[in-house]
Protein backbone atom coordinates (compact mmCIF):
# COMPACT_ATOMS: atom_id res chain seq x y z
CA UNK A 1 0.00 0.00 0.00
CA UNK A 2 1.46 3.18 -0.74
CA UNK A 3 0.83 6.07 1.75
CA UNK A 4 1.20 9.87 1.24
CA UNK A 5 0.97 12.41 3.82
CA UNK A 6 0.03 15.67 3.60
CA UNK A 7 1.22 18.71 5.63
CA UNK A 8 0.48 22.37 5.43
CA UNK A 9 -2.46 23.09 5.43
CA UNK A 10 -4.50 25.99 7.99
CA UNK A 11 -6.08 29.04 8.38
CA UNK A 12 -5.13 31.94 5.90
CA UNK A 13 -6.31 35.37 5.53
CA UNK A 14 -7.93 36.19 1.91
CA UNK A 15 -4.62 37.43 -0.51
CA UNK A 16 -2.36 35.46 1.69
CA UNK A 17 0.05 32.40 1.18
CA UNK A 18 0.05 28.77 1.88
CA UNK A 19 2.55 25.76 0.92
CA UNK A 20 1.14 22.10 1.29
CA UNK A 21 3.52 19.42 0.95
CA UNK A 22 2.97 15.99 0.66
CA UNK A 23 5.82 13.12 0.80
CA UNK A 24 5.45 10.02 -1.10
CA UNK A 25 7.24 6.59 -1.09
CA UNK A 26 10.50 6.95 -3.33
CA UNK A 27 10.07 3.42 -4.49
CA UNK A 28 6.65 5.20 -6.88
CA UNK A 29 7.79 8.54 -6.85
CA UNK A 30 9.79 8.92 -9.72
CA UNK A 31 7.06 7.08 -12.01
CA UNK A 32 3.77 8.64 -11.80
CA UNK A 33 1.84 11.56 -12.38
CA UNK A 34 1.12 13.20 -8.89
CA UNK A 35 -1.41 15.74 -8.26
CA UNK A 36 -3.59 18.09 -5.55
CA UNK A 37 -7.51 17.89 -5.57
CA UNK A 38 -9.43 19.76 -3.40
CA UNK A 39 -13.06 19.05 -1.59
CA UNK A 40 -15.06 22.34 -0.85
CA UNK A 41 -18.27 21.33 1.69
CA UNK A 42 -21.57 20.47 -0.12
CA UNK A 43 -19.13 20.21 -3.58
CA UNK A 44 -17.95 17.70 -5.85
CA UNK A 45 -13.74 16.62 -5.44
CA UNK A 46 -11.99 18.77 -8.44
CA UNK A 47 -9.08 18.55 -9.90
CA UNK A 48 -6.14 21.92 -8.67
CA UNK A 49 -2.54 20.82 -10.14
CA UNK A 50 -0.64 18.04 -11.26
CA UNK A 51 2.83 16.97 -12.01
CA UNK A 52 3.78 14.60 -14.56
CA UNK A 53 6.78 12.69 -14.55
CA UNK A 54 7.17 12.17 -18.11
CA UNK A 55 8.41 14.93 -19.45
CA UNK A 56 8.16 16.86 -16.40
CA UNK A 57 4.84 18.63 -17.57
CA UNK A 58 2.41 20.50 -15.47
CA UNK A 59 -1.07 20.64 -15.38
CA UNK A 60 -3.47 23.60 -13.72
CA UNK A 61 -6.81 23.66 -13.45
CA UNK A 62 -8.61 27.13 -14.60
CA UNK A 63 -9.44 28.41 -10.92
CA UNK A 64 -5.89 28.23 -9.72
CA UNK A 65 -3.73 29.59 -13.11
CA UNK A 66 -1.48 31.93 -12.27
CA UNK A 67 -2.19 31.60 -8.57
CA UNK A 68 -0.83 28.26 -7.91
CA UNK A 69 2.32 26.52 -8.16
CA UNK A 70 3.49 22.32 -8.12
CA UNK A 71 6.61 21.71 -7.57
CA UNK A 72 8.57 18.46 -6.49
CA UNK A 73 11.75 17.77 -4.76
CA UNK A 74 13.23 15.01 -5.56
CA UNK A 75 15.28 13.99 -3.33
CA UNK A 76 13.06 14.80 -0.25
CA UNK A 77 10.25 12.56 -2.34
CA UNK A 78 7.73 15.71 -2.12
CA UNK A 79 5.48 17.13 -4.03
CA UNK A 80 4.60 21.08 -3.30
CA UNK A 81 1.35 23.13 -3.82
CA UNK A 82 2.28 26.59 -3.64
CA UNK A 83 -1.16 28.75 -3.13
CA UNK A 84 -0.86 32.70 -3.33
CA UNK A 85 -3.87 35.27 -3.82
CA UNK A 86 -5.81 32.73 -1.72
CA UNK A 87 -9.80 33.35 -1.85
CA UNK A 88 -12.40 32.21 0.00
CA UNK A 89 -13.78 29.98 -2.74
CA UNK A 90 -10.13 28.38 -2.41
CA UNK A 91 -11.53 26.67 1.37
CA UNK A 92 -11.05 23.20 0.78
CA UNK A 93 -9.55 19.89 2.16
CA UNK A 94 -6.61 19.16 -0.22
CA UNK A 95 -5.91 15.63 -1.39
CA UNK A 96 -2.44 14.79 -2.26
CA UNK A 97 -2.61 11.63 -5.32
CA UNK A 98 -0.39 9.71 -7.40
CA UNK A 99 -1.38 7.18 -10.20
CA UNK A 100 -0.02 6.90 -13.88
CA UNK A 101 -1.41 9.78 -15.45
CA UNK A 102 -4.04 12.26 -15.27
CA UNK A 103 -7.40 11.35 -16.67
CA UNK A 104 -10.19 13.62 -16.58
CA UNK A 105 -12.50 11.34 -17.78
CA UNK A 106 -12.35 9.01 -14.63
CA UNK A 107 -13.71 9.58 -11.30
CA UNK A 108 -10.55 9.25 -9.44
CA UNK A 109 -9.15 11.80 -12.37
CA UNK A 110 -6.56 8.26 -12.99
CA UNK A 111 -4.90 8.32 -9.71
CA UNK A 112 -4.57 5.10 -7.93
CA UNK A 113 -3.43 6.28 -4.03
CA UNK A 114 -4.80 9.42 -2.21
CA UNK A 115 -3.30 10.73 0.93
CA UNK A 116 -5.93 11.97 4.10
CA UNK A 117 -6.21 15.61 3.01
CA UNK A 118 -5.14 18.92 4.43
CA UNK A 119 -7.73 21.60 5.57
CA UNK A 120 -7.45 24.93 3.86
CA UNK A 121 -9.63 27.43 4.99
CA UNK A 122 -9.42 30.92 3.92
CA UNK A 123 -11.08 33.99 5.41
CA UNK A 124 -12.35 36.73 4.08
Known amino acids: QVQLVESGGGLVQAGGSLRLSCVAP????????MGWFRQAPGKEREFVAA????????HYADSVNGRFTISRANAKNTVYLQMNSLKPEDTAVYYC?????????????????WGKGTLVTVSS
Open 26 to 33: GRTFNRVT
Open 51 to 58: FSWSGGST
Open 97 to 113: ALGPRLDYSDDDYGMDY
